[in-house]
């Protein structure tokens, strides 16, 4: 069996101690080792109170959440804010219910067949790309290439434009610069902030969402519903009960959504599955004979599936998101626990996709987990890297048919050769990344 990196887990104190020493703020490294083996636990050393939640039965309580007790974290939503707004991804209560049905049928199935043309442009495009890595040998960041290509995909599939255009890569160069920011959370924070207190931004970062805003209003603003991408169909998109459309700003923020939740995300998962891939021959050798050598239309795609397998079982150990809190808007109850106003609320897949209470083998990469004859086995609501309940992520098929496509498409053309793969180790920033780049050598094959 193979165990793909992880940090080793201590006891509680001594996670808290080694944290301290590295001064990462790398929150995966802090749990400690019960969390993975009980149905919920009370993080002690936080002002606010943290409680990590993975018991199925608890977990839909907090995800299903009629009643609007248990939003978005403030601290997370905080940090969004100046970028975008009060958008699907932050919003709540009727607000939200809203922007979720205008903003859903942009990424049903029909949809998604007219998107899949444009990931195929993309994954040509990068191809050639690819192909110049490899015959001047230069090794490239595997991370680096990933986000690119998904920004790619993003604004192509968005906007119909590439990346290589102007204004999509003034976009994708703030936002770049944004997500290195404001993605360091203090864990001094965690520990002494009392609930609900208002952080200033940093000058840079506020600069950096005008920036971004300004360069999505000018797409938006050159941009027509007639042109049938995602773009097009939210701003055609019109409220049920009044027939209102997005306004300008409304539309800023979600095209901004689709940026932020749509390539760092996917990047991150792809970063890890290749990293896998290019260390573990078998897996490759398997993605490779599944591929085959004819052209993968989005029929193809959905009829690969070990490839997107290996991309649910990296999801499954290094989920892109690798915390989802919430916050408690007054006392409730959650199971036989009771939590006061302020409580940070963590679902956390990391945990629970980890967990040894509902997989056998946590930490083994194992991707026929998921194959058809053992797939029933999964308990129900362990395996959340696109969430759960009403808020599940609105680009999960998206971004699977993106990454299945995306893996098949690039082992079977290309040879990675991952250089200090020893070293590569998880933190959670924004996403769940390897600590430094992982610098890979390309070859075709
Ligand atoms: C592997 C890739 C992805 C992962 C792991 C992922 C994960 C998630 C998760 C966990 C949530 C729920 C957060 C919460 O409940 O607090 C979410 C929400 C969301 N995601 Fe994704 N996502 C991915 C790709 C995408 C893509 C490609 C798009 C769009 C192009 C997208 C758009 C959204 C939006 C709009 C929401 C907010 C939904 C709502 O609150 O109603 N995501 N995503």
């Known amino acids: 069996?193979?165990?793909?990196?992880?940090?080793?887990?201590?006891?509680?104190?001594?996670?808290?101690?080694?944290?301290?020493?590295?001064?990462?703020?790398?929150?995966?490294?802090?749990?400690?080792?019960?969390?993975?083996?009980?149905?919920?636990?009370?993080?002690?050393?936080?002002?606010?109170?943290?409680?990590?939640?993975?018991?199925?039965?608890?977990?839909?309580?907090?995800?299903?959440?009629?009643?609007?007790?248990?939003?978005?974290?403030?601290?997370?939503?905080?940090?969004?804010?100046?970028?975008?707004?009060?958008?699907?991804?932050?919003?709540?209560?009727?607000?939200?219910?809203?922007q979720r049905a205008m903003i859903d049928p942009a990424f049903g199935h029909m949809k998604l067949t007219r998107a899949f043309v444009a990931m195929q442009a993309a994954v040509d495009a990068y191809e050639g790309r690819l192909d110049e890595a490899a015959a001047s040998g230069t090794p490239i960041s595997l991370d680096v290439a990933m986000g690119e290509l998904t920004a790619d995909v993003?604004?192509?599939?968005?906007?119909?434009?590439?990346?290589?255009?102007?204004?999509?890569?003034?976009?994708?160069?703030?936002?770049?610069?944004?997500?290195?920011t404001?993605?360091?959370?203090?864990?001094?924070?965690?520990?002494?902030?009392?609930?609900?207190?208002?952080?200033?931004?940093?000058?840079?970062?506020?600069?950096?969402?005008?920036?971004?805003?300004?360069?999505?209003?000018?797409?938006?603003?050159?941009?027509?519903?007639?042109?049938?991408?995602?773009?097009?169909?939210?701003?055609?998109?019109?409220?049920?009960?009044?027939?209102?459309g997005f306004t300008r700003e409304e539309l800023i923020d979600q095209l901004g959504v689709f940026f932020l939740a749509g390539h760092e995300t996917t990047a991150s998962a792809l970063t890890w599955a290749f990293f896998i891939a290019a260390t573990q021959p078998h897996i490759a050798a398997r993605i490779r004979a599944e591929a085959g050598e004819a052209s993968i239309g989005f029929e193809q795609v959905r009829a690969l599936p070990y490839t997107r397998n290996v991309f649910r079982e990296t999801l499954r150990l290094y989920p892109p998101i690798t915390f989802i809190p919430?916050?408690?808007?007054?006392?409730?109850?959650?199971?036989?626990?009771?939590?006061k106003r302020g409580t940070m609320i963590m679902v956390a897949p990391w945990v629970i996709q980890r967990h040894h209470l509902y997989w056998p083998n946590p930490d083994a990469f194992d991707p026929d987990r998921f194959a058809p004859e053992r797939e029933a086995r999964i308990v129900p609501g362990t395996f959340l890297p696109f969430g759960l309940g009403p808020r599940i992520c609105v680009g999960a098929a998206f971004a699977t048919t993106e990454a299945t496509l995306i893996l098949a498409r690039l082992l079977r053309r290309f040879d990675f050769e991952v250089m200090d793969a020893g070293k590569v180790r998880p933190i959670a920033r924004l996403t769940t990344r390897p600590i430094d780049q992982v610098m890979v050598r390309v070859r075709r094959r």
């Open 1 to 98: 069996v193979f165990i793909p990196p992880r940090p080793k887990s201590l006891p509680a104190l001594a996670a808290l101690i080694r944290a301290g020493i590295r001064r990462d703020g790398n929150l995966i490294a802090l749990l400690p080792a019960e969390v993975y083996r009980k149905p919920s636990a009370w993080i002690g050393w936080s002002r606010r109170g943290i409680l990590i939640v993975n018991d199925p039965a608890l977990l839909r309580e907090v995800m299903a959440d009629s009643a609007g007790i248990f939003p978005k974290n403030d601290l997370f939503t905080g940090a969004l804010e100046p970028l975008i707004g009060d958008s699907i991804f932050t919003s709540h209560g009727a607000t939200w219910r809203r």
């Open 154 to 180: 993003i604004t192509r599939t968005v906007f119909s434009a590439p990346l290589a255009s102007a204004t999509a890569r003034e976009v994708f160069e703030s936002f770049s610069f944004f997500e290195r």
């Open 182 to 244: 404001v993605a360091h959370v203090a864990i001094s924070r965690l520990i002494f902030d009392p609930p609900f207190k208002r952080i200033p931004h940093q000058q840079a970062v506020l600069q950096a969402c005008v920036r971004i805003r300004a360069a999505l209003g000018a797409l938006v603003d050159a941009h027509t519903a007639a042109r049938g991408d995602i773009a097009g169909d939210v701003m055609a998109a019109r409220d049920r009960a009044t027939g209102q």
């Open 326 to 339: 919430r916050v408690a808007m007054r006392a409730a109850r959650i199971g036989r626990h009771r939590v």
